[in-house]
């Protein structure tokens, strides 16, 4: 029986994670779920899974070194991910101090705790692991030519992508230092089921169900790699059991798209299933500061090493997702109103 520490599983990437696991291994597992459920953080995310025996939910906060105690006092954990943290780039621009609690305080709090109850003397315990879940926007920002490798230097520029910066960093720090049992993952974009509608795939989605307006940053040419979530999901599962410990692994789709491309793509998929939508949606708006330009991965160590490549194409990826939203359009409706909508008024109003 292997114990997981999921933080911030009732996210988007978090939520797929414990699902991803269940469905591999239903019995030898035993998932802890530590989430602060902000807003991005939804226990709709989990129904499938929320009556296992062998789950077991806590609300709580990454920050909160008595809650982590008690949950180390009570259960072996095996391996932390750490998913948890405060993850959307516009939010970050707008007010950088929940970022630099969750995602730095947050993280060397989840370290502490785990050194804590690992470590014997000068070794940790056989078979623990702390998986950082970080991100390719650390890397900063690429021109037309070239990839984000794992060697490229660290160069964030959104309080967001420091905040990740800086956490890997300080995981790193605990490897060099005391020898801890780590590996830090940096992933390109996800896309996929229960992703919060801020972000552009399911804003682009939502906006079109609702025949709102698609704000467009920009000259929309800014270039994302994406890859669907459960193959995040996979390739983490393999930095878990494979990884090398101390290293560093990036993953990528392979997928550069511009985000107009994104934009008219959904638009003319959704319009393909009979939806009445048109490009007229599309705004122009006022661009991001801080903008990144391209991101793209090279995944040569992940795929050499572990054997991971993604499964699904983006054609395939896009239509799965779509699926998803139209069939669970009272999932989307239910975290794209309220607050959300108090928040997508007047961030958009002021661009
Ligand atoms: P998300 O915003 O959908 O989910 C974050 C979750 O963390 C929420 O459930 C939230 O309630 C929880 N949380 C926030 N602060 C917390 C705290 N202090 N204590 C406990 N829980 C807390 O984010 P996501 O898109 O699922 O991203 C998950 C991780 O993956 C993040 O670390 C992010 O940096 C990284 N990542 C995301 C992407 C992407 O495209 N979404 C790509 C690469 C890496
Ligand atoms: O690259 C990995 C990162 O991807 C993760 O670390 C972050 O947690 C995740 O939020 C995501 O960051 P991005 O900033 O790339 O994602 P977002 O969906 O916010 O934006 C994608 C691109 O689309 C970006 O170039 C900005 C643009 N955009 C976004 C929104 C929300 C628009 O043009 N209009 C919009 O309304």
């Known amino acids: 029986m292997k114990t997981y520490l999921i933080t911030g599983g009732a996210g988007f990437i978090g939520s797929n994670f414990i699902q991803y696991i269940f469905n591999k291994s239903r019995e030898k597992i035993l998932v802890i779920n530590i989430d602060k459920l902000t807003y991005a953080g939804n226990l709709d995310n989990l129904r499938s899974v929320e009556s296992l025996e062998n789950y077991k939910f806590i609300k709580g906060d990454i920050c909160d070194a008595e809650i982590l105690q008690e949950i180390f006092e009570n259960f072996d954990i095996?391996?932390?991910v750490n998913f948890a943290a405060e993850s959307h780039v516009d939010r970050s621009i707008e007010d950088p101090s929940i970022f630099i609690?969750?995602?730095?305080?947050?993280?060397?709090?989840?370290l502490d705790i785990s050194k804590k109850y690992w470590k014997i003397n000068d070794d940790f315990r056989e078979g623990k692991k702390f998986i950082q879940i970080s991100t390719d926007e650390v890397y900063g920002s690429l021109g037309k030519e070239g990839y984000?490798?794992?060697?490229?230097?660290?160069?964030?520029?959104?309080?967001?992508?420091a905040s990740k910066a800086s956490a890997d960093l300080i995981v790193k720090s605990y490897y060099d230092t005391y020898k801890m049992p780590i590996n830090i993952t940096r992933c390109s974009n996800n896309y996929g089921p229960y992703q919060f509608p801020e972000k552009l795939i399911p804003l682009i989605i939502n906006n079109c169900l609702n025949e709102r307006y698609i704000p467009v940053y920009g000259d929309g040419k800014n270039i994302r790699d994406w890859l669907h979530v459960e193959d995040h999901c996979r390739a983490i599962d393999l930095v878990i059991n494979k990884g090398v410990i101390g290293e560093v692994y990036n993953i990528g789709g392979n997928n550069e798209k511009e985000n107009v491309q994104i934009v008219k793509y959904i638009i003319?998929?959704?319009?393909?299933?009979?939806?009445?939508?048109?490009?007229?949606?599309?705004?122009?708006v006022e661009d991001r500061k801080g903008h990144d330009r391209r991101y793209a991965i090279d995944s040569t160590k992940i795929k050499e090493n572990l054997g991971f490549k993604p499964s699904l194409s983006f054609e395939d990826g896009m239509l799965k997702?779509?699926?998803w939203y139209l069939n669970n359009k009272m999932w989307l409706d239910k975290v794209g109103s309220g607050d959300y909508m108090n928040y997508y008024e007047k961030f958009y109003n002021k661009r």
């Open 321 to 323: 997702t779509l699926e």
């Open 101 to 110: 609690k969750t995602n730095i305080l947050g993280t060397q709090t989840l």
């Open 78 to 80: 095996d391996c932390i």
């Open 148 to 161: 984000f490798t794992e060697k490229t230097s660290i160069d964030p520029h959104s309080p967001y992508s």
């Open 268 to 284: 003319s998929v959704l319009k393909n299933k009979g939806l009445s939508v048109s490009e007229e949606l599309i705004r122009y």
